[in-house]
């Protein structure tokens, strides 16, 4: 009995040795791993002799340890070794997948939170913000910068973040933690900051559906900076969801005080009317609006809804559409309306004023019966009921034959009816024998039906040329050449969103540089910049601050680093008074185009606004570093400068 007690202490203890040499090994092995890892790291140069012998010695290791290099296993290592603090194992793998832009806007967060841990808050600040120019919507790093910022004390770009992130998330423990952060962890520096702070809580409230809280933090937000239109609109709007119609005429009426031109109020104030029951009034709002903006949907919709039901369709099209009161309906008429209903995805009404341009054809154009017919229908009223039927004769086999052979020459010929070259118009007569060379070459290959186009395109024939390319296309759908020439007619017939398609394929499919392809990119992508530019400034000149904010919003994601998008989205959230969207947006603008000089007045001006003159003082000294042209604009600054450095010099 004893002898067999020893011999199962014995095997317990080899087994237990065996496993703490295993786990020995297995450390040192990984130990080896991290090391080479950090060495090329160090290293830095990749085309020296001992970098590409350390990176051999590095797949050497992997293959022999049959290492899972998968990328849930890098990501996963990775964190390990910044645990470890092993950072510079932990750099050379994040380096690496970014090179291959693998999940680069992660690698940028995680080279963020090493820089943290070896507390270069600098180097950290800026692998966050990287992390976010990747991808706009990381929260991760986002929340990650906001608390870098607040242990620096840094409110205003911390609270800045803090309400984006509170926008775009739907986790309910990351809205805890920013309404805890803001509530108790943020001590607001001035009212402005306070301001932000119930602005960011009244977000997180309407998420919570805390509505009476939200009324609260909004009214708070309102005390502290009472010509905040942006938080104006937000109250309305929720007083008018929330059915409480009185308070919302209130607010929309406190700011159609100081915009009476913004036609968004007034839209708004004509719901809030309806939901109370005062058609009179509402009409009354969506005329006024009509004023303003002869095509505004909203409104016209808005008066569609009031009379739906109440009177006919042509007295509808008439109140909706007053321009037309002296013009007799057509079936255009009706159905353009039903395509504006179309537009506003109302498919019922649009289906009803197709059935009335429908009915409205049938009265105007009754069927005919020619004379012709009238006189059978008489003839056969006279006929007895019961009629012989003459035998018909059949055709016989040799009339059948001469019948075939007749026709079917007329068929050959239809089916072998080659294309011709449409005929070019009087002076392009020079490209006309061009274009029959290339039309009796068989059979067409896609580079014969490039040449065509491109001999179409040379007269100024489009369409034509464009023909040609689509045909060429569908025969060598891989040739990046095609693809250019198809950007560039669109780009001619003003589609930029089509040119700007069609150039990014020809890039794609190019295994070269294609530089003709490239820079006439960046002139369409320009001139797309510039039309939304121009779009959003109209907006907001004409007070429609909303629109204009949503335009660019749209602009921003597909150009993330346009300065002068931000630019103009800053002078929007100016004239609604919210200053840190501005000053976010203004520092943003320099920062990816150093000398747009009027971004740095502008934010020296903000910054004036807010008391911060320190901050102005910068921001002016950087626009005078410029030397613009602008003389009265420098002269106002030069004088700007002087006034604040007596004050901190």
Not at 88 to 112: K, N, P, V
Not at 337 to 360: P, Q, R, T
Not at 454 to 477: C, D, R
């Amino acid at each position: 009995m004893s002898i067999t007690l020893k011999f199962k202490s014995f095997y317990v203890f080899l087994a237990l040795f065996f496993f703490l040499f295993q786990c020995a090994f297995s450390q040192s092995v990984l130990a080896d791993f991290d090391t080479i890892r950090a060495e090329l790291y160090l290293i830095k140069d990749k085309n020296s002799p001992v970098y590409q012998k350390t990176k051999k010695k590095l797949d050497k290791y992997i293959n022999q340890n049959k290492v899972n290099y998968s990328l849930n296993a890098r990501f996963d290592d990775i964190e390990r070794l910044i645990l470890e603090q092993k950072f510079s194992a932990a750099e050379y793998e994040l380096f690496d997948l970014i090179e291959f832009d693998i999940q680069t806007s992660r690698c940028y967060e995680l080279l963020g939170d090493i820089y943290f841990k070896k507390q270069n808050y600098k180097e950290a600040s800026r692998y966050y913000k990287i992390s976010k120019q990747h991808d706009e919507d990381n929260i991760s790093a986002m929340y990650k910068h906001a608390k870098l910022y607040i242990s620096q004390n840094r409110n205003l770009l911390a609270i800045e973040l803090l309400k984006e992130i509170a926008q775009k998330t739907d986790d309910e423990n990351l809205i805890n933690e920013i309404e805890q952060i803001v509530s108790s962890k943020i001590k607001p520096l001035n009212r402005f900051e306070a301001n932000i702070l119930y602005e960011i809580l009244a977000i997180i409230y309407t998420k919570q559906g805390k509505i009476d809280q939200t009324y609260f933090a909004l009214d708070r937000a309102l005390n502290l900076n009472p010509t905040d239109t942006f938080l104006k609109y937000w109250l309305g709007d929720l007083f008018l969801q929330n059915q409480d119609n009185k308070n919302a005429l209130l607010v929309y009426d406190s700011i159609l005080a100081d915009i009476p031109y913004d036609t968004q109020i007034r839209n708004s104030k004509a719901k809030a009317f309806i939901a109370d029951g005062n058609l009179a009034s509402a009409k009354k709002e969506y005329l006024q609006v009509l004023e303003v903006v002869p095509n505004s949907l909203q409104a016209r919709y808005g008066l569609y809804k009031i009379y739906q039901n109440k009177l006919s369709a042509d007295e509808i099209i008439l109140k909706v559409y007053p321009e037309k009161k002296n013009l007799k309906l057509t079936k255009e008429d009706y159905l353009s309306f039903a395509k504006f209903l179309e537009d506003m995805e109302d498919i019922e009404g649009a289906k009803f004023f197709k059935d009335c341009a429908d009915k409205l054809a049938k009265k105007q154009n009754p069927p005919t019966i020619s004379k012709k017919e009238n006189e059978k229908v008489a003839l056969k009223k006279e006929q007895p009921k019961k009629q012989i039927q003459k035998p018909v004769q059949k055709e016989s086999q040799k009339e059948k034959a001469t019948s075939k052979e007749t026709l079917k020459p007329q068929q050959e010929k239809q089916t072998k009816k080659e294309e011709k070259p449409v005929a070019l118009k009087s002076g392009k007569e020079k490209y006309q024998k061009t274009l029959d060379n290339y039309f009796n070459i068989e059979p067409k290959t896609p580079e014969i039906y490039i040449a065509i186009a491109n001999t179409y395109k040379l007269a100024g024939e489009n369409n034509l040329a464009m023909k040609y390319f689509e045909e060429a296309k569908k025969m060598n759908p891989t040739n990046p050449d095609i693809y250019y020439h198809i950007g560039l007619i669109n780009l001619e017939n003003n589609n930029t969103q089509k040119a700007k398609e069609f150039l990014e394929k020809s890039i794609n499919l190019s295994s070269g540089d294609n530089l003709k392809a490239k820079n006439l990119l960046n002139f369409v992508n320009q001139k797309i910049v510039t039309e939304k530019i121009n779009l959003a400034y109209a907006k907001y000149e004409k007070k429609e601050y909303i629109d204009g904010l949503n335009i660019l919003d749209k602009a921003i994601k597909q150009y993330p680093k346009n300065s002068q998008l931000y630019y103009y989205r800053a002078l929007i959230y100016i004239a609604m008074n919210r200053n840190a969207g501005a000053i976010i947006d203004l520092q943003k603008a320099v920062e990816l185009d150093y000398g747009n000089y009027m971004a740095y007045y502008q934010l020296g001006k903000t910054y004036e606004k807010i008391k911060d003159e320190k901050s102005a003082l910068v921001s002016y000294e950087r626009f005078l570093s410029i030397e613009p042209d602008e003389k009265d604009l420098t002269s106002e600054v030069q004088k700007k400068v002087l006034s604040l450095g007596e004050k901190y010099y």
